[in-house]
């Protein structure tokens, strides 16, 4: 039972453009998301969270979107640079001591 | 510097070995977890621990054990019954609840069989 989803395995977009990476989830006991960044051979890091009871989170160039009633977030990153070419993993917690993960999306900014 | 040290960065195993692959965080976490990545598949939850001396099988705990003896250390040991070894795994340490402040991760151990 994949309780978290994101079903584009990779997006391609260029350099000053908007990204927008998606997610789906299934629980509506998921208090919290995350997006994490990963780069190959390295581990993920914290990108951005949301709350479930907010529907936007703003850091920088990072905007997080939930919509509670469609259970679909999404992460929209503007302006895209190359350096955000990266693995982006979605994630959910239960109220508990443990993340469930999304597959991962590989995203490439091309200059 | 806090951080979560994951050792070594890669590991090769003859078939029917079985190796231990280090972790630990000086971050003052009480959890602890153990993920393997695949390609297409995602982090996947091997085992994880909340507390010193207890620790819970996630959801592909066959073939793995875990020991929790300090709060700092957190080792998993791939045994030879784990049928498909070879992957990328990472460790990671959290406050709990989790919440909005979500995991620390190492840099990852990359095993592979040969």
């Known amino acids: 039972d994949q309780q978290v989803k994101q079903n584009s395995p990779s997006l391609s977009v260029q350099e000053g453009r908007i990204s927008i990476l998606n997610c789906d989830y299934t629980?509506?006991?998921?208090?919290?998301f995350l997006w994490y960044k990963k780069y190959p051979a390295e581990g993920p890091t914290f990108l951005i969270s949301?709350?479930?009871?907010?529907d936007k989170n703003e850091d920088g160039r990072f905007t997080v979107f939930l919509n509670k009633s469609a259970k679909h977030l999404s992460l929209h990153i503007v302006p895209s640079q190359p350096g955000d070419s990266a693995v982006y993993f979605c994630a959910a917690s239960d109220r508990g001591s443990r993340l469930t993960f999304g597959e991962g999306t590989q995203l490439t900014v091309n200059p | 510097d806090g951080g979560i040290t994951q050792s070594p960065k890669y590991l090769f195993r003859k078939e029917g070995q079985n190796v231990t692959l280090s972790c630990e965080q000086n971050l003052n976490h009480d959890a602890m977890y153990w993920y393997r990545q695949d390609p297409g598949q995602g982090l996947r939850l091997i085992y994880y621990s909340q507390i010193v001396n207890d620790f819970q099988k996630g959801d592909i705990a066959e073939g793995y054990s875990v020991s929790r003896e300090k709060k700092e250390s957190f080792p998993l040991t791939v045994t030879s019954a784990q049928k498909n070894p070879t992957a990328f795994y990472l460790c990671?340490?959290?406050?709990?609840?989790?919440?909005?402040?979500?995991?620390?991760f190492g840099s990852g151990t990359r095993l592979t069989v040969v």
């Open positions: 949301i709350s479930s009871i907010k």
């Open positions: 990671a340490s959290s406050i709990l609840p989790v919440a909005s402040h979500g995991y620390t």
């Open positions: 629980n509506s006991m998921f208090d919290y």
